[in-house]
C-alpha cells in the first residue's frame, strides 16, 4: 500500500516537472523570420550606389590610364565596365567635356574614354595635350558613337606602330603611306597629302586613330595636323576612331 501510494503521489510532480522543462524549451527556442523579413535585410545590406558629384571632376588620361573621379584600370577584366559606370555618374547634362590627355597616355585609352562620355551624353570632347607648338593644343572631337553613315570618300588617318602615316578613304580603298621622320611622323608631307584628300571630298567629317605602341601625343598631333590641313575650313567634325582600323579597309564604327 505505501508504494503505491508513493507512486500515486509523485506522478503529479514528475508531470509539473515534465511540463515546466517543455514550457522553457519552447519559449528558448528561436521564432521562424516573418514573412519578408529576410528579403528585407538582403536588400538593407545591399551596397548602394555611389553618389553622383556635385560637380564635374577633372577628368584626365595618362600613362596609367583614366582619371574620372576615380582612377580606373582598363587593363582588369572589368575595366571597361567600371569606366562606363563611372562616366555615367558624371554630371554631363548633355554639354562639351574636357579631357586633359597626358603626351604619353595609351590612345586606346583617351579614345575609350572619349567613346564614353559620348555614350553618356557628352555631344563633344575638348582634349588638351601639350603637344608641339606649331598645331593646335586642344582639339574638340565628337565621340564615335554620335556620327553615322559618312561619306565613303571621307578622309581617315593613322599613326602606325613604326611611326609612319597613312590616308585613305573611310570606306576603304587605296591609300597613302608616309614615312616617319626625324622624330616621329612626317606631318609635313603628311599635311600636304590632307589638304588634297580633304579638297577632293565633300565630307565634312574626318577620323584618326593611333596604334596604341605609340604614345598619345602622336594621334594628338595628327589631329591638328587634319585641322591645319584643311584649307577651307569645310570640316566640322572630326572623330577619334575607338578602335584603331586597319589602314586601306574600310572603317568600322562601333569599335569594330
Known amino acids: 500500500m505505501r508504494a503505491s501510494s508513493f507512486r500515486s503521489s509523485a506522478l503529479p510532480r514528475l508531470a509539473v516537472v515534465v511540463g515546466s522543462i517543455l514550457a522553457a524549451a519552447c519559449e528558448s527556442a528561436p521564432k521562424p523570420p516573418e514573412p519578408g523579413a529576410a528579403a528585407a535585410a538582403s536588400t538593407a545590406e545591399a551596397p548602394a550606389e555611389p553618389p553622383k558629384p556635385k560637380g564635374m ?16 584600370d582598363l587593363a582588369q577584366k572589368d575595366g571597361a565596365e567600371k569606366l562606363a559606370k563611372a562616366i555615367r555618374a558624371l554630371p554631363i547634362e548633355g554639354k562639351p567635356v574636357t579631357l586633359l590627355a597626358d603626351k604619353k597616355a595609351k590612345p586606346s585609352a583617351v579614345a575609350a574614354v572619349v567613346t564614353e562620355l559620348g555614350a ?5 570632347v575638348i582634349i588638351k595635350t601639350d ?11 565628337v565621340p564615335e558613337g554620335r556620327v553615322s553613315k559618312p561619306p565613303a570618300c571621307a578622309v581617315s588617318t593613322m599613326v602606325l606602330k613604326d611611326l609612319a602615316t597613312a ?44 596604334d596604341d605602341e605609340v604614345p598619345w601625343e602622336m594621334a594628338h598631333n595628327l589631329a591638328g595636323t587634319v585641322i591645319a590641313s584643311d584649307a577651307k ?10 578602335a584603331a582600323p586597319v589602314a586601306g579597309r574600310p572603317v568600322q564604327l562601333g569599335g569594330g
Do not use: N
Request: proline fraction near 7%; charge should be positive; include cysteine.
Open 57 to 72: 571632376p577633372e577628368l584626365s588620361v595618362d600613362s596609367m590610364g583614366p582619371y574620372v573621379g576615380q582612377r580606373v
Open 120 to 124: 553618356a551624353g557628352a555631344p563633344k
Open 131 to 141: 603637344g608641339r607648338d606649331d598645331l593646335p593644343k586642344e582639339i574638340t572631337v
Open 167 to 210: 590616308i585613305w578613304p573611310f570606306g576603304g580603298g587605296m591609300g597613302k603611306r608616309q614615312r616617319k621622320g626625324l622624330a616621329g611622323p612626317d606631318l609635313s608631307h603628311t599635311g600636304e597629302q590632307l589638304t588634297k584628300d580633304i579638297a577632293a571630298c565633300s565630307a565634312t567629317v574626318a577620323f584618326f586613330s593611333a
Open 233 to 242: 575650313k569645310k570640316l566640322d567634325t572630326l572623330v577619334l576612331l575607338r
